[in-house]
């Protein structure tokens, strides 16, 4: 027996005489401890990411950000904070996972394209429609995706846009979306229309162009476009969608600093709510509006 090793059992042997606990040598030797792991990446352990103790930007508190105005149906009323709206109720959903109930919540206004730019991040997490994307993660961090997107095309109803059956319909139109959006990426890489694309720093701008025929059509997320049609511009209808990647599905993600350390631990949140339906119910409580439209082939 090694000497190291002679001394330990020595040590042990005569701590379990003067107590009494054990019997023999055996029953008192430490046993190597597993700590288990949450459901979200490699790595994430329950104390690293124990409820309401995280490494945040403030303590005690969760930081979200997202831009403003902040859209139907994502959030309501401009108000990120009740809770209402998809986006809302899942930054909550989130929070409550993490251990930090609705008053430990603190929103941020942080612009849609200063989300994923590169630096540092004042917010602990950023919900705002940001689809996961290879580029993006070069400046960023993402959780695992809490949406599954489609994107659509909305057309005033007079537009020659409107009677599009497949994307190559699309190719002589004058179309817009907003800067810096995979909406914006789907015109240029999918269609590639004949005219340049406009592009506008908000949705209320490419709104505002198609009302006034400014373009023909304008490419948003699916329930975004049905909102469109629903509440805000009547007159215009939900041309089709386009058709998914079944190899790389875009899906929206929660934005966190490149070196967070909080990232598995979101990702394990947002896993759990897929899990047990929470996201599912969600989507169909705020998003039940947005109803299937005619794939563009």
């Keep these: 027996m090694h000497l190291a090793n002679r001394s330990l059992v ?13 019997a023999a040598l055996t029953g008192c030797a430490p046993q190597a401890e597993e700590k288990p792991k949450t459901s979200g990446q490699a790595g994430a352990t329950t104390e690293a990411c124990a409820p309401g103790g995280l490494a945040t930007e403030v303590e005690g508190k969760l930081t979200v950000g997202t831009d403003k105005p902040a859209y139907a149906p994502w959030f309501s009323d401009d108000e990120p904070s009740n809770g ?26 942080t612009p849609f394209n200063s989300a994923f730019a590169p630096g540092a991040k004042k917010f602990d997490f950023d919900i705002n429609q940001v689809s996961i994307s290879e580029s993006r993660k070069k400046a960023v961090a993402f959780s695992s995706g809490y949406y599954d997107v ?36 789907f015109i240029n890489e999918l269609v590639k229309p004949d005219t340049r694309p406009a592009v506008y720093q908000r949705n209320d701008f490419a709104k505002s162009a198609l009302k006034t025929g400014q373009v023909d059509a304008i490419v ?7 909102y469109i049609t629903g509440a805000e511009v009547p007159e215009a209808k939900v041309v089709g969608q ?20 909080l990232t598995s631990c979101v990702s394990g949140a947002v896993d759990a709510l897929r899990k047990d339906g929470t996201l599912a ?16 082939k």
Excluded at 255 to 260: H, T
């Design 84 to 109: 209402k709206g998809f986006e809302s109720a899942v930054a909550y959903a989130v929070a409550k996972r993490l251990g930090y109930g609705r008053d430990a919540v603190v929103w941020q206004h």
């Design 10 to 22: 020595t040590t042990v042997t005569a701590a379990c005489s003067a107590v009494v606990l054990c």
């Design 220 to 226: 948003v997320d699916l329930p975004t476009a049905f």
């Design 150 to 185: 489609r994107q659509a095309v909305v057309a005033l109803k007079s537009s020659k846009a409107a009677g599009a059956k497949s994307v190559a319909d699309l190719k002589d139109v004058k179309l817009g979306a907003q800067v810096g959006t995979t909406s914006l990426e």
């Design 281 to 296: 119910a969600l989507e169909k409580e705020w998003l039940s509006d947005a109803v299937d439209a005619p794939v563009l």
């Design 242 to 261: 386009f058709p998914d990647s079944a190899e790389n599905p875009e899906q929206f993600g929660l934005v966190l600093d490149k070196e967070s350390t």
